[in-house]
Protein backbone atom coordinates (compact mmCIF):
# COMPACT_ATOMS: atom_id res chain seq x y z
CA UNK A 1 0.00 0.00 0.00
CA UNK A 2 1.69 2.97 -0.74
CA UNK A 3 1.76 6.33 1.72
CA UNK A 4 -0.87 9.07 0.89
CA UNK A 5 0.90 12.15 -0.90
CA UNK A 6 1.05 15.38 0.50
CA UNK A 7 -1.59 17.80 -1.86
CA UNK A 8 0.57 19.23 -4.02
CA UNK A 9 2.30 19.33 -7.61
CA UNK A 10 3.90 15.98 -8.71
CA UNK A 11 6.16 16.14 -11.96
CA UNK A 12 6.46 12.90 -13.04
CA UNK A 13 8.78 11.52 -15.81
CA UNK A 14 7.20 8.58 -17.79
CA UNK A 15 8.93 5.96 -20.29
CA UNK A 16 10.30 7.29 -23.66
CA UNK A 17 9.43 3.58 -25.03
CA UNK A 18 10.44 1.03 -22.77
CA UNK A 19 7.65 0.73 -19.96
CA UNK A 20 10.42 -1.10 -17.49
CA UNK A 21 12.33 2.28 -17.29
CA UNK A 22 9.30 4.02 -15.41
CA UNK A 23 10.71 4.03 -11.90
CA UNK A 24 9.44 2.53 -8.75
CA UNK A 25 8.66 6.06 -7.33
CA UNK A 26 6.96 7.16 -10.00
CA UNK A 27 4.27 3.99 -10.61
CA UNK A 28 3.94 4.76 -6.71
CA UNK A 29 3.22 8.55 -7.25
CA UNK A 30 0.66 7.64 -10.09
CA UNK A 31 -0.87 5.46 -8.47
CA UNK A 32 -1.74 7.47 -5.19
CA UNK A 33 -2.46 10.94 -7.14
CA UNK A 34 -5.87 12.41 -6.73
CA UNK A 35 -5.58 13.38 -10.43
CA UNK A 36 -3.00 12.84 -13.08
CA UNK A 37 -2.67 15.59 -15.99
CA UNK A 38 -1.70 14.53 -18.57
CA UNK A 39 -0.94 15.05 -22.36
CA UNK A 40 -3.22 12.56 -23.86
CA UNK A 41 -5.58 10.50 -21.86
CA UNK A 42 -4.94 7.59 -23.90
CA UNK A 43 -1.79 7.04 -23.52
CA UNK A 44 -1.30 7.34 -20.13
CA UNK A 45 -4.18 4.79 -19.79
CA UNK A 46 -1.93 2.01 -21.22
CA UNK A 47 0.60 3.39 -18.57
CA UNK A 48 -1.50 3.30 -15.87
CA UNK A 49 -2.60 -0.69 -16.83
CA UNK A 50 0.71 -1.62 -16.81
CA UNK A 51 1.11 -0.53 -13.22
CA UNK A 52 -2.00 -1.97 -12.54
CA UNK A 53 -3.93 0.95 -11.64
CA UNK A 54 -6.49 3.39 -12.70
CA UNK A 55 -6.47 7.35 -11.82
CA UNK A 56 -8.85 10.17 -12.79
CA UNK A 57 -7.25 11.80 -15.58
CA UNK A 58 -7.48 15.86 -16.62
CA UNK A 59 -6.42 16.99 -20.40
CA UNK A 60 -3.36 19.20 -19.83
CA UNK A 61 -1.84 20.30 -23.34
CA UNK A 62 -0.73 23.35 -25.63
CA UNK A 63 -4.55 23.65 -26.75
CA UNK A 64 -6.25 23.81 -23.21
CA UNK A 65 -3.55 24.91 -21.03
CA UNK A 66 -4.44 28.61 -20.23
CA UNK A 67 -8.70 27.36 -19.28
CA UNK A 68 -7.39 23.83 -17.52
CA UNK A 69 -4.62 25.68 -15.41
CA UNK A 70 -6.43 27.63 -12.61
CA UNK A 71 -8.82 24.63 -11.72
CA UNK A 72 -5.54 21.97 -11.33
CA UNK A 73 -3.77 25.00 -9.18
CA UNK A 74 -7.03 25.35 -6.79
CA UNK A 75 -7.23 21.48 -6.54
CA UNK A 76 -3.02 21.40 -5.80
CA UNK A 77 -4.37 23.27 -2.32
CA UNK A 78 -6.40 19.91 -1.26
CA UNK A 79 -5.20 17.34 -3.64
CA UNK A 80 -2.10 15.78 -5.00
CA UNK A 81 -2.20 16.06 -8.36
CA UNK A 82 0.49 14.87 -10.82
CA UNK A 83 1.92 15.77 -14.18
CA UNK A 84 3.07 13.71 -16.99
CA UNK A 85 3.36 14.00 -20.60
CA UNK A 86 3.07 11.43 -23.43
CA UNK A 87 6.30 10.46 -23.01
CA UNK A 88 9.46 11.81 -21.13
CA UNK A 89 9.99 14.81 -18.75
CA UNK A 90 7.34 17.16 -18.47
CA UNK A 91 8.08 20.58 -18.89
CA UNK A 92 10.72 19.73 -21.87
CA UNK A 93 9.06 21.01 -25.24
CA UNK A 94 5.16 21.15 -23.42
CA UNK A 95 3.44 24.09 -21.62
CA UNK A 96 4.17 22.39 -18.23
CA UNK A 97 6.39 25.31 -17.07
CA UNK A 98 3.45 27.94 -16.25
CA UNK A 99 1.78 25.22 -13.85
CA UNK A 100 4.70 24.95 -11.73
CA UNK A 101 4.79 28.35 -11.91
CA UNK A 102 1.51 29.21 -10.76
CA UNK A 103 1.78 26.45 -8.46
CA UNK A 104 4.78 28.01 -6.73
CA UNK A 105 2.48 31.53 -6.93
CA UNK A 106 -0.21 29.77 -4.61
CA UNK A 107 2.34 28.35 -2.09
CA UNK A 108 1.74 24.66 -2.61
CA UNK A 109 4.21 21.88 -2.51
CA UNK A 110 6.36 21.37 -5.58
CA UNK A 111 7.93 17.73 -6.49
CA UNK A 112 9.66 16.40 -8.95
CA UNK A 113 10.22 12.65 -9.72
CA UNK A 114 12.76 12.45 -12.26
CA UNK A 115 13.32 9.51 -14.70
CA UNK A 116 13.71 9.48 -18.88
CA UNK A 117 14.47 12.19 -21.09
CA UNK A 118 15.22 11.61 -25.05
CA UNK A 119 17.34 14.42 -25.36
CA UNK A 120 19.54 13.62 -22.58
CA UNK A 121 19.17 9.69 -23.86
CA UNK A 122 20.60 10.90 -27.35
CA UNK A 123 23.49 12.79 -25.99
CA UNK A 124 24.58 9.64 -24.19
CA UNK A 125 24.21 7.67 -27.66
CA UNK A 126 25.89 9.81 -30.08
CA UNK A 127 29.32 10.24 -28.70
CA UNK A 128 29.75 14.12 -28.98
CA UNK A 129 30.88 16.44 -25.93
CA UNK A 130 28.56 16.15 -23.12
CA UNK A 131 30.31 18.91 -20.97
CA UNK A 132 28.12 22.24 -22.13
CA UNK A 133 25.20 21.07 -24.27
CA UNK A 134 22.07 23.76 -25.20
CA UNK A 135 18.66 22.12 -26.27
CA UNK A 136 16.78 23.34 -29.10
CA UNK A 137 13.04 21.84 -28.74
CA UNK A 138 12.03 22.16 -32.03
CA UNK A 139 12.71 24.45 -34.77
CA UNK A 140 10.67 26.27 -36.40
CA UNK A 141 8.96 24.20 -39.62
CA UNK A 142 9.02 27.58 -42.24
CA UNK A 143 12.13 27.64 -44.37
CA UNK A 144 12.88 31.46 -43.64
CA UNK A 145 12.37 31.13 -39.46
CA UNK A 146 14.00 28.02 -39.52
CA UNK A 147 16.79 28.99 -41.36
CA UNK A 148 16.80 32.41 -39.08
CA UNK A 149 16.68 30.22 -35.88
CA UNK A 150 19.80 28.50 -37.13
CA UNK A 151 21.48 31.36 -37.54
CA UNK A 152 21.09 32.57 -33.53
CA UNK A 153 22.75 29.61 -32.66
CA UNK A 154 25.71 29.08 -34.93
CA UNK A 155 28.32 30.87 -32.37
CA UNK A 156 27.22 28.59 -29.31
CA UNK A 157 30.17 26.62 -28.28
CA UNK A 158 28.09 24.06 -26.61
CA UNK A 159 26.89 20.45 -28.66
CA UNK A 160 23.48 21.23 -30.26
CA UNK A 161 20.24 18.96 -29.16
CA UNK A 162 16.77 18.89 -31.41
CA UNK A 163 13.94 17.18 -32.00
CA UNK A 164 12.38 16.52 -35.12
CA UNK A 165 10.15 14.63 -37.06
CA UNK A 166 10.90 11.85 -39.72
CA UNK A 167 9.20 13.44 -42.80
CA UNK A 168 11.42 17.06 -42.07
CA UNK A 169 14.36 15.01 -40.73
CA UNK A 170 16.00 15.48 -44.33
CA UNK A 171 15.21 18.57 -44.78
CA UNK A 172 16.23 19.91 -41.16
CA UNK A 173 19.78 18.81 -41.48
CA UNK A 174 20.46 20.57 -44.76
CA UNK A 175 19.12 23.70 -43.24
CA UNK A 176 21.88 22.75 -40.07
CA UNK A 177 24.50 22.18 -42.51
CA UNK A 178 24.24 25.21 -44.63
CA UNK A 179 23.92 27.82 -41.68
CA UNK A 180 26.21 25.98 -39.05
CA UNK A 181 28.55 24.12 -41.58
CA UNK A 182 29.13 20.08 -42.15
CA UNK A 183 29.44 19.09 -38.43
CA UNK A 184 30.02 15.99 -37.09
CA UNK A 185 26.83 15.00 -36.03
CA UNK A 186 23.68 12.16 -34.68
CA UNK A 187 20.37 10.92 -35.50
CA UNK A 188 19.29 9.08 -32.36
CA UNK A 189 15.58 7.31 -33.35
CA UNK A 190 12.99 4.94 -31.25
CA UNK A 191 15.24 5.10 -27.79
CA UNK A 192 14.89 2.38 -25.49
CA UNK A 193 12.93 0.64 -28.12
CA UNK A 194 13.46 -2.55 -30.22
CA UNK A 195 14.49 -1.09 -33.35
CA UNK A 196 16.86 2.10 -31.19
CA UNK A 197 19.67 3.24 -33.33
CA UNK A 198 22.25 6.06 -33.48
CA UNK A 199 23.32 7.12 -36.80
CA UNK A 200 26.20 9.31 -36.91
CA UNK A 201 28.19 11.31 -39.74
CA UNK A 202 28.35 14.76 -40.91
CA UNK A 203 25.27 16.74 -41.34
CA UNK A 204 24.96 16.68 -45.35
CA UNK A 205 25.91 12.81 -44.97
CA UNK A 206 22.80 12.20 -42.86
CA UNK A 207 21.03 14.50 -44.98
CA UNK A 208 21.41 12.61 -47.88
CA UNK A 209 20.84 9.46 -46.12
CA UNK A 210 17.53 10.08 -44.92
CA UNK A 211 16.55 12.45 -48.28
CA UNK A 212 14.73 9.10 -50.05
CA UNK A 213 13.61 7.33 -46.85
CA UNK A 214 12.27 9.66 -44.01
CA UNK A 215 12.62 7.38 -40.70
CA UNK A 216 9.70 6.42 -38.54
CA UNK A 217 9.75 7.51 -34.55
CA UNK A 218 10.68 10.03 -32.43
CA UNK A 219 13.78 11.76 -33.55
CA UNK A 220 16.43 13.62 -31.59
CA UNK A 221 19.44 15.00 -33.64
CA UNK A 222 22.88 16.13 -31.79
CA UNK A 223 25.04 18.29 -33.61
CA UNK A 224 28.76 18.87 -32.13
CA UNK A 225 29.46 22.48 -31.46
CA UNK A 226 31.93 24.51 -33.68
CA UNK A 227 35.56 23.95 -34.32
CA UNK A 228 38.24 26.36 -32.40
CA UNK A 229 37.59 29.68 -33.83
CA UNK A 230 41.15 30.49 -35.50
CA UNK A 231 43.30 33.28 -33.50
CA UNK A 232 42.79 37.10 -33.57
CA UNK A 233 45.10 38.68 -35.96
CA UNK A 234 47.34 41.67 -35.28
CA UNK A 235 44.89 44.07 -37.11
CA UNK A 236 42.41 42.76 -34.97
CA UNK A 237 44.38 42.65 -31.82
CA UNK A 238 45.55 46.42 -32.54
CA UNK A 239 41.44 47.30 -33.21
CA UNK A 240 40.18 46.17 -30.10
CA UNK A 241 43.30 47.58 -27.65
CA UNK A 242 43.12 50.98 -29.62
CA UNK A 243 38.98 50.88 -28.35
CA UNK A 244 39.49 49.77 -25.01
CA UNK A 245 42.40 52.18 -24.09
CA UNK A 246 40.23 54.60 -25.15
CA UNK A 247 38.58 53.80 -21.63
CA UNK A 248 40.56 52.24 -19.76
CA UNK A 249 44.26 51.91 -18.57
CA UNK A 250 46.81 49.63 -20.78
CA UNK A 251 46.90 47.13 -17.75
CA UNK A 252 43.18 46.64 -17.52
CA UNK A 253 42.86 47.40 -21.37
CA UNK A 254 45.24 44.28 -22.36
CA UNK A 255 43.32 42.16 -19.92
CA UNK A 256 40.22 42.78 -21.47
CA UNK A 257 41.36 41.93 -24.99
CA UNK A 258 43.34 39.14 -23.86
CA UNK A 259 40.09 37.63 -22.22
CA UNK A 260 38.00 38.40 -25.59
CA UNK A 261 40.21 37.53 -28.18
CA UNK A 262 42.30 34.28 -26.23
CA UNK A 263 45.63 36.22 -26.80
CA UNK A 264 48.76 36.69 -24.22
CA UNK A 265 48.10 39.01 -22.10
CA UNK A 266 51.87 40.14 -21.70
CA UNK A 267 52.31 40.69 -25.34
CA UNK A 268 49.17 42.82 -25.34
CA UNK A 269 50.32 45.04 -22.56
CA UNK A 270 53.67 45.55 -24.26
CA UNK A 271 51.61 46.25 -27.93
CA UNK A 272 49.48 49.02 -25.77
CA UNK A 273 52.42 50.31 -24.39
CA UNK A 274 53.46 51.10 -27.99
CA UNK A 275 50.17 52.23 -28.98
CA UNK A 276 49.82 54.97 -26.37
CA UNK A 277 53.28 56.22 -27.33
CA UNK A 278 52.43 56.78 -31.03
Known sequence: MNAPLSPGLYIVATPIGNLGDLS?????????ADVIAVEDSRVTAGLLRHIGTRRPMIPYHDHNAEGVRPGLVARMGHEAVALVSDAGTPLISDPGYKLVRDARAAGHLVVTVPGPCAAISALTLAGLPTDRFFYLGFLP?????????????????ATLVLYESGPRLAATLAALAEGLGDREAAVAREITKKFEE????????LADRYAEAPPKGEIVIVVAPPGEAPPADADTADAALAEALTRLPASKAAGE????????????YARAMELKGQ
Open 257 to 268: VAKKLGLDRREL
Open 198 to 205: CVTGTLSQ
Open 24 to 32: PRAAAVLSS
Open 141 to 157: PKQHARAEAIAEIAAVR
